[in-house]
């Protein structure tokens, strides 16, 4: 836990960040860990679900919305599906600007749409939605 958090006897942020690109991954986390969060990345959404049965204490989830083998819509289905997991906020973001899949999301609960590059103002924008 850091200090800050202990200090304010709060428990850390803690964001899954997933996507299948590492480029975007390590520009994500920067982000993430710029504003004091703790960050940890997977490269799937397979990946993602097999973390979220291992750690229980994610804030949010922010996941890129076109990926091999699960997208994030998926992955976004499957968090709202279960009753473990459907409390935590789930952010999808994409190099594309589709309005149906923006739209697609936010109705099957994403609480936000990102289009990359994230920037920091993004990241800070998101702080009200963390659990």
Not at 19 to 48: H, M, N, P, Q
Not at 51 to 70: A, C, G, R, V
Request: aromatic share 4%; charged share 30%.
């Amino acid at each position: 836990m850091s200090s800050y958090a202990a200090g304010r006897g709060e428990q850390e942020i803690h964001v899954l960040a997933v996507d299948d690109s590492s480029v975007d991954r390590a520009l994500i986390a920067k982000i993430l860990r710029s504003s004091k969060y703790r960050v940890t990345t997977v490269d799937s959404g397979k990946r993602a679900l097999e973390l979220l049965t291992l750690e229980p204490n994610i804030s949010m989830i922010i996941t890129d919305y076109w990926m091999p083998e699960m997208t994030g819509y998926e992955l976004l289905k499957s968090v709202k599906e279960s009753s473990k997991l459907r409390e935590i906020p789930v952010v999808v973001m994409s190099s594309e600007n589709v309005p149906n899949r923006i739209n697609r999301c936010l109705e099957e609960g994403a609480v936000d749409f990102l289009l990359k590059p994230v920037r920091p103002s993004d990241v800070s924008r998101l702080c009200s939605r963390m659990r």
